[in-house]
């Protein structure tokens, strides 16, 4: 069966520091791989999706970006941490071609910039 | 583009009580339509989804959702509220993507308190 990890599971950080959060993916190959904010009250953001290895779309300009050095491996950075990059991050994955496929999420990351 | 509204960010039932979640989209081709619930501090899972079949659709935990293309509705139900059903629930409806990817935009959810 497929799981889906994402860790750490909490994270707190000060502005202007890294930032690297990773999700992983076991149990099936070539995955859709997603990552969604989710801040207090606003529901689900997309930020990051991949179709492949090395293959990122960015939803909204900010300062955090996506990698996808391995199949089952997305990885979300950013380089220097602002207030509002606190929420909490969720890892998604899908397959296949068709919008009739749901996505999986994982347990999230709580991140907290102080 | 698609879009999705939930109405009420909160809902109150009491135990035992019926559950209607709204949901209403917005889609310029035949949609493709989910139900998920969160819990506190975790992440999404998957009650129902409708993918053109059949219009009600059943789900985990006892909750269906009907599509109504008239209304462009796809309201949540449940017949009997259950403590356990106090969560956050999200409605999303699907659009395609480049490369044949699918992209779900959410709703803003619905809290759920059940009202022992």
């Known amino acids: 069966s497929q799981t889906i990890h994402q860790w750490p599971a909490t994270l707190v950080q000060p502005v202007g520091s890294p930032l690297s959060l990773e999700c992983t993916v076991e149990g099936t190959s070539n995955p859709n791989l997603y990552w969604y904010r989710q801040a207090a009250g606003r529901g689900l953001q997309l930020l990051f999706y991949?179709?492949?290895?090395?293959?990122i779309s960015s939803e909204v300009p900010q300062n955090l970006s996506a990698s996808r050095p391995q199949d089952r491996q997305f990885i979300l950075s950013s380089k220097k941490l602002l207030l509002s990059d606190s929420g909490f991050y969720l890892c998604?994955?899908?397959?296949?071609?068709?919008?009739?496929?749901?996505?999986?999420f994982g347990p999230g990351t709580r991140l907290t910039v102080t | 583009a698609q879009s999705v509204t939930q109405l009420g960010s909160h809902v109150s039932v009491s135990e035992g009580a019926l559950v209607l979640l709204r949901c209403n989209y917005s889609s310029s081709v035949p949609p493709y339509l989910f139900w998920y619930v969160q819990y506190p501090n975790q992440g999404l899972q998957l009650l129902l989804k409708y993918t053109s079949a059949a219009t009600l659709v059943k789900g985990i935990n006892g909750f269906e959702a009907e599509f109504k293309k008239s209304e462009t509705s796809f309201h949540l139900t449940k017949p009997s509220a259950h403590m356990s059903d106090a969560a956050e629930y999200f409605c999303a409806v699907s659009a395609p993507l480049n490369f044949g990817n699918e992209k779900l935009t959410f709703g803003t959810g619905t809290r759920l308190t059940i009202i022992p």
């Open positions: 998604a994955w899908s397959v296949g071609l068709s919008g009739k496929n749901e996505q999986y």
């Open positions: 991949s179709v492949g290895i090395g293959q």
